[in-house]
């Protein structure tokens, strides 16, 4: 079993920083992709950010240039910094990775999630 714990939620004023980060825990033999989705009030989760195990990223066109996603391997993390954050930006924010476990076998894991609220 993997368990994805998430951190670094919170309060912020628009313009402000918040750094969110995903630690994957378990019988983890390999981690490939990772990512961060975010699900609005009345909204679909959508793709915010990922990154493969390589270090390629993609990022939602909403928040290029002011989201950097990143991965240290050695600690199973995934980070999302966050930077001019705006209102819009406020949701409820999820880790995703999709990883091989110690059996060989790949499955796609989700944390349970951390509030990002933007205040205006």
């Known amino acids: 079993q993997v368990q994805l714990v998430e951190s670094g939620g919170g309060l912020v004023q628009a313009g402000g920083s918040l750094r969110l980060s995903c630690a994957a825990s378990?019988?983890?033999?390999?981690?490939?992709?990772m990512g961060w989705y975010r699900q609005a009030p009345g909204k679909q989760r959508e793709l915010v950010a990922a990154i493969t195990s390589g270090g390629s990223t993609n990022y939602a066109d909403s928040v290029k240039g002011r989201f950097t996603i990143s991965r240290d391997n050695a600690k199973n993390t995934v980070y999302l910094q966050m930077n001019s954050l705006n209102p819009e930006d406020t949701a409820v924010y999820y880790c995703?990775?999709?990883?091989?476990?110690?059996?060989?076998?790949?499955?796609?894991?989700w944390g349970q999630g951390t509030q990002v609220t933007v205040s205006s």
């Open positions: 378990g019988s983890i033999f390999s981690i490939n992709a």
């Open positions: 995703n990775a999709d990883v091989t476990s110690r059996r060989y076998l790949t499955y796609d894991y």
